[in-house]
């Protein structure tokens, strides 16, 4: 049972809450001082507790908040605390986050935004207490294998299905959308598969010129071709024994599908120029982004290559679709980048997250991570804010500019996804390029992105 102690001294403000959360499921427990509230601390062990920092006899500093909330940290069930404070109380809440405080909340208590904030405090608590997969590390609540962070439903039964067919050679298709994890996932498979202590050998099949790809498969003989001047072995051979990653394998010609195919079912090569047989020992994983099915009916890719590539796919769904995973994603790249870089940056404004929960990510999870290293870099404060992420205009702090709370999330995502497209243009005097770089995200998506959204004559 999900047991929540609320802290308050203001009979008012417990009814609120008494009521406002009731239809949560959650088990209620009430304190009026400090006292009362850490004798229910141990009595009852709750998962999540709000508490009030400006507690009685002394209602006008928060000397026996903190005294309750060290309390209750020092224990040995150690809850997640959200501390309410008075809305100029900034310092404390500050302090109260160093001090162990799993989040803040300022008054007048908006009965929508804390019930995200507890929920998502029991969230973390129920994936720290069920077991992760065998091999998975736990960090601050965030359940990580193999540098793959995810608790959301498909993410779990991504990283079983890596676990599952790791230890074979069956060959895998990983899809998705740019910037989703393939090639994540890609180094995941080999570090957990017998050939571990073998190569991984990468062929970006959509970055090497027509012409030169197939030498770059196989490898040419001396002479092959003019400029051919001495033998040279392609990245198959260099593979032996380890694995071959074809990454964006929906851009490889039709010429080089039938030769990588027939060397799929037979497991030898021919240097370019060469006759001789050479017997190679690989294991493929492929990745794309583009929906190779439709590439198929279109006559771009083969199907007798498709189904021999993809006897297990894994599809990674896009970063909108991950629930929660998007802020564990953000504290786990603010603890990864702050430790590179020494910051003294505790976490995530209420808005901030609030932004990052909301929006719709065109360019995943590497978007999100070149949002936090720029916040990394532009924060003032200890917490990281809505302006620091690119969210909103420079210097515009405290214009009312908050993410829309009512209305669907799909219309709130799609109306600031259209918007920040529009300003990075106009920043960018209408260079696609550059405004897809400041975003974070592939040209093709960009192209998208201005077709869903009519967006036709920006900022020159
Ligand atoms: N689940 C995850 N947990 C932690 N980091 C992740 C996760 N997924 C992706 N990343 C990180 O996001 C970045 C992009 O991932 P990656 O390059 O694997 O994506 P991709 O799908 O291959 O993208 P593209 O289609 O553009 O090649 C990398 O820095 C990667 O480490
Ligand atoms: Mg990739």
């Not at 720290?128 to 993410?155: D, K, Y």
Request: net charge negative; charged share 30%.
């Amino acid at each position: 049972m999900s047991s929540l102690l609320i802290v308050d001294d203001n009979k008012d403000i417990l009814t609120q809450l008494k009521w406002g959360l009731a239809s949560e499921g959650w088990d209620l427990h009430f304190a009026h001082d400090a006292d009362e509230a850490l004798r229910m601390y141990d009595e009852v062990a709750p998962k999540v507790v709000t508490l009030d920092l400006g507690l009685p006899p002394e209602e006008d500093n928060s000397s026996e908040g903190f005294r309750c909330l060290v309390e209750m940290l020092k224990s040995n069930h150690p809850a997640r605390v959200i501390v309410i404070t008075g809305n100029d109380e900034r310092e404390n809440a500050l302090k109260a986050v160093q001090t162990g405080a799993y989040d803040f909340f300022r008054k007048p208590i908006d009965l929508d935004e804390l019930r995200v904030i507890i929920r998502r405090a029991f969230h973390l608590c129920d994936i720290e207490a069920e077991q992760p997969g065998e091999e998975a590390e736990e960090s601050n609540g965030v359940a990580e294998s193999h540098g793959i962070v995810g608790t959301c439903p498909a993410m779990r039964s991504i990283l079983t299905m890596i676990d599952r067919v790791s230890s074979s050679d069956v060959p895998i298709l990983i899809s998705g959308e740019s910037g989703t994890g393939k090639e994540l996932v890609a180094k995941a498979v080999h570090e957990k598969s017998p050939r571990r202590g073998g190569p991984l050998v990468t062929v970006n099949c959509g970055a090497i010129p027509e012409n030169l790809l197939e030498s770059e498969f196989f490898g040419h003989e001396k002479g092959a071709f003019t400029g051919a001047s001495s033998l040279v072995r392609g990245k198959v051979e260099y593979a032996d024994k380890g694995t071959l990653f074809l990454d964006e394998i929906g851009e490889l010609p039709m010429n080089l599908q039938v030769k990588i195919l027939r060397f799929l079912q037979e497991m030898v090569i021919q240097r370019v120029g060469g006759r001789k047989d050479i017997e190679v020992n690989v294991r493929i994983i492929a990745a794309t982004n583009v929906d190779l099915p439709q590439a198929i009916e279109e006559g771009a890719f083969r199907e007798d290559l498709y189904y021999r590539l993809s006897v297990v796919n894994l599809h990674l769904p896009p970063l909108r679709d991950r629930g929660e995973d998007v802020r564990l994603l953000a504290e786990h790249f603010l603890r990864r980048l702050t430790g590179d870089m020494h910051r003294e940056i505790t976490g995530f404004t209420p808005e901030a997250l609030a932004y990052l929960t909301s929006y719709d990510w065109p360019g995943n999870i590497r978007e999100l991570e070149n949002k936090v290293r720029r916040a990394i870099v532009l924060a003032g404060g200890s917490r990281i804010t809505p302006e620091d992420l690119g969210f909103v205009g420079h210097g515009t702090r405290g214009n009312g500019e908050t993410p829309p709370l009512s209305g669907t999330l799909r219309e709130a995502r799609a109306g600031l996804e259209k918007k920040m497209v529009k300003s990075a243009l106009t920043r960018c005097q209408g260079n696609i390029l550059k405004a897809s770089e400041e975003l974070g995200i592939s040209r093709p998506t960009m192209y998208d992105l201005l077709k869903k959204h009519g967006i036709e004559n920006w900022g020159k």
